[in-house]
């Protein structure tokens, strides 16, 4: 079996109007809520999110915006992992 790349922006764009969950990097944390929009920049914006911790659900946030922070040109403070 062979590696094969995907474009991730097409990706996130087939996941609008869809039920996603969001995890961060570098934490414990995920939102989950349905897919409202995302840009170029790779923000995302989610709609009746929730945001669990150690797989604790820690509060109903609703609408959310969650967005990338450049540390450098070159580092990416947050990444995260999308499952639709």
Not at 12 to 21: A, M, S
Not at 48 to 55: C, G, L, Q, R, V
Request: proline share 4%; no cysteine.
């Amino acid at each position: 079996m062979s590696f094969v790349p995907v474009n991730p922006r097409p990706m996130l764009q087939d996941l609008v109007n869809k039920d996603v969950v969001v995890r961060l990097k570098w934490a414990e944390t995920e939102y989950k809520g349905r897919l409202v929009s995302t840009d170029s920049y790779f923000n995302l914006q989610l709609a009746n999110a929730e945001e669990f911790i150690a797989d604790k659900l820690t509060g109903q946030l609703g609408q959310i915006l969650i967005r990338q922070v450049l540390a450098s040109s070159w580092t990416r403070m947050l990444q995260v992992l999308i499952r639709g």
